[in-house]
């Protein structure tokens, strides 16, 4: 098993751009993981469906997603985070492909694996364990009781704005992490998430679009 989980965005205003998301896609916020201050952020999750929207913001200097915000001008993806239920032999599979980790979490009830950037290409990926499958530490102990879906239901997937479109999809497809991911050509901000694809709880509303911190989310 391997799916898209999770989804994180970067933002310079947090609370803004939180609070769009929620009015716009009728959700509410799960939790905020004080473990992302190892990272020199904070954040929000909302749950949609038993996936998770998640923004980032930095509280300090000199963080990842600090520098990803100068790189790319401004607000956008950040992170695609899947779940498996066979973290060792991936990450076997991943090191004969010379994927460095970038970070390693193992805790009771999940294990993840960020993986390096430049090794994978377009967006920061982790590969997370949960324990039982179904879990997700991140989203907190009370994440089901925020599940409701008036405007969407699930996130379909992601599209990764990419130099060379075809090399970067034959990497991920190398690596085995080609799954709900989509790659169009880069735009003048360069490699990353540029759009998220979320399913329409309502069909008629299929196709609408909505531009949020640098980010293209399409209903579908």
Same mark, same amino acid.
């Given at each position: 098993?391997?799916?898209?989980? &999770?989804?994180?965005?970067?933002? /310079?205003?947090?609370?803004?751009?939180?609070?769009?998301?929620?009015?716009?896609?009728?959700?509410? =916020?799960?939790? /905020?993981?004080?473990?992302?201050?190892? $990272?020199?952020? +904070?954040?929000? @999750?909302?749950? =949609?469906?038993? &996936? $998770?929207?998640?923004?980032?913001?930095?509280?300090?200097?000199?963080?990842?997603?600090?520098?990803?915000?100068?790189?790319?001008?401004?607000?956008?993806?950040?992170?695609?985070?899947?779940?498996?239920?066979? @973290?060792?032999?991936?990450?076997? +599979?991943? *090191?004969? +492909?010379?994927?460095?980790?970038?970070?390693?979490?193992?805790?009771?009830? =999940?294990?993840?694996? +960020? @993986?390096?950037?430049?090794?994978?290409?377009? *967006?920061?990926?982790?590969?997370? &364990?949960?324990?039982?499958?179904?879990?997700?530490?991140?989203?907190?102990?009370?994440?089901?009781? /925020?599940?409701?879906?008036?405007?969407?239901?699930?996130?379909?997937?992601?599209?990764?704005?990419?130099?060379?479109?075809? *090399?970067?999809?034959?990497?991920?497809?190398?690596?085995?992490?080609?799954? *709900?991911?989509?790659?169009?050509?880069?735009?003048?901000?360069?490699?990353?998430?540029?759009?998220?694809?979320?399913?329409?709880?309502?069909?008629?509303?299929?196709?609408?679009? /909505?531009? =949020?911190?640098?980010?293209? $989310?399409?209903?579908?």
């Amino acid at each position: 098993m391997f799916r898209l989980r &999770q989804v994180a965005l970067v933002a /310079h205003d947090l609370d803004a751009v939180v609070g769009q998301l929620c009015e716009t896609f009728g959700l509410s =916020i799960c939790f /905020h993981d004080p473990g992302v201050a190892e $990272f020199g952020l +904070h954040n929000a @999750l909302m749950v =949609i469906g038993d &996936q $998770f929207l998640e923004v980032v913001s930095p509280t300090e200097d000199g963080t990842t997603a600090g520098r990803l915000l100068e790189k790319r001008q401004g607000d956008g993806g950040y992170m695609a985070i899947y779940e498996c239920d066979d @973290l060792d032999d991936r990450m076997a +599979h991943l *090191a004969e +492909h010379d994927v460095r980790v970038v970070w390693a979490g193992d805790f009771p009830t =999940i294990r993840g694996r +960020h @993986l390096h950037p430049r090794d994978v290409g377009g *967006a920061l990926v982790s590969i997370d &364990q949960p324990v039982p499958n179904g879990s997700w530490t991140w989203a907190g102990p009370s994440w089901e009781a /925020h599940r409701d879906d008036p405007v969407v239901v699930g996130i379909a997937g992601v599209t990764v704005g990419a130099a060379d479109v075809a *090399a970067m999809a034959s990497r991920w497809s190398e690596l085995d992490i080609d799954r *709900a991911v989509d790659f169009a050509q880069a735009g003048e901000r360069g490699e990353g998430i540029d759009g998220v694809d979320l399913v329409a709880t309502d069909r008629s509303r299929r196709g609408e679009t /909505h531009d =949020i911190c640098g980010v293209t $989310f399409r209903l579908v």
